[in-house]
């Protein structure tokens, strides 16, 4: 079966922190992988596409990298801000059309 | 910048009551899609659809649903007879390319609470 296990679940850091979001699928052969960041009761903002063929992405402060062969990707964000506090989501794609997502990290900073 | 959007933001509606929920996607998108959310879940996809018919559906996307392109522009997805557990958040999303190669853009949803 297909899935996204992401972790931590959770995480509270101070502002300035760099920090590092985890995401594993158990199926390597994906066609591409999307982060996105959720805030409460709200949509899903696209933040970073990464194609099977690329290892890394980046955007401003943030750089997903992706290993598929380890089945794992991850998303850096540098000097976090308060504003960056929300969920964030890695969803991936094989074959079809349709993303799968994980379960998302609870991300807090506080100043 | 475009964007899918989707109306209403939240709908109430008693059990057995039929619900409509609309979106409009990205103009120059092919593929559209729901996903829905229950509250403290995962994010769950529904149905793709892609040149007027149903590409794929999840096993939760039962006779109670049904999708449709009535015009250009909106992409609607029916729910017959709602239940409880229909309760959750409905995203509509679009994309460009087949295995959304441009990345897959989604609508800020619509709150959905059977009674």
């Known amino acids: 079966k297909q899935e996204v296990t992401q972790i931590p679940a959770a995480l509270s850091v101070p502002e300035g922190e760099n920090l590092v979001l985890n995401c594993s699928f158990t199926?390597?052969?994906?066609?591409?992988l999307q982060w996105f960041r959720q805030d409460p009761g709200k949509g899903l903002t696209s933040l970073l596409l990464?194609?099977?063929?690329?290892r890394e992405q980046t955007s401003g402060r943030l750089n997903a990298s992706l290993d598929k062969s380890s089945g794992r990707s991850t998303l850096y964000i540098a000097a976090s801000q308060p504003g960056d506090s929300a969920t964030y989501l890695c969803a991936v794609v094989y074959n079809t059309d349709k993303l799968i997502f994980g379960t998302g990290t609870r991300l807090q900073v506080f100043p | 910048e475009p964007e899918v959007t989707q109306t209403p933001s939240h709908q109430v509606t008693q059990m057995g009551q039929e619900v409509i929920l609309r979106c409009v996607p990205i103009s120059n998108h092919l593929y559209f899609y729901w996903y829905r959310q229950i509250l403290g879940q995962k994010v769950e996809f529904l149905v793709s659809?892609?040149?007027?018919?149903?590409?794929?559906k999840s096993e939760i996307f039962d006779d109670q649903f049904s999708v449709e392109r009535p015009d250009g522009s909106n992409f609607t997805l029916k729910i017959r007879s709602t239940k409880l557990e229909d309760s959750a958040m409905y995203f509509c999303?679009?994309?460009?390319?087949?295995?959304?190669?441009?990345?897959?853009?989604f609508g800020q949803g619509t709150r959905l609470t059977v009674v």
């Open positions: 999303a679009s994309s460009e390319a087949h295995g959304t190669g441009g990345g897959t853009f």
């Open positions: 199926d390597s052969a994906i066609y591409n």
């Open positions: 659809f892609y040149n007027n018919e149903i590409s794929e």
């Open positions: 990464i194609q099977s063929s690329q």
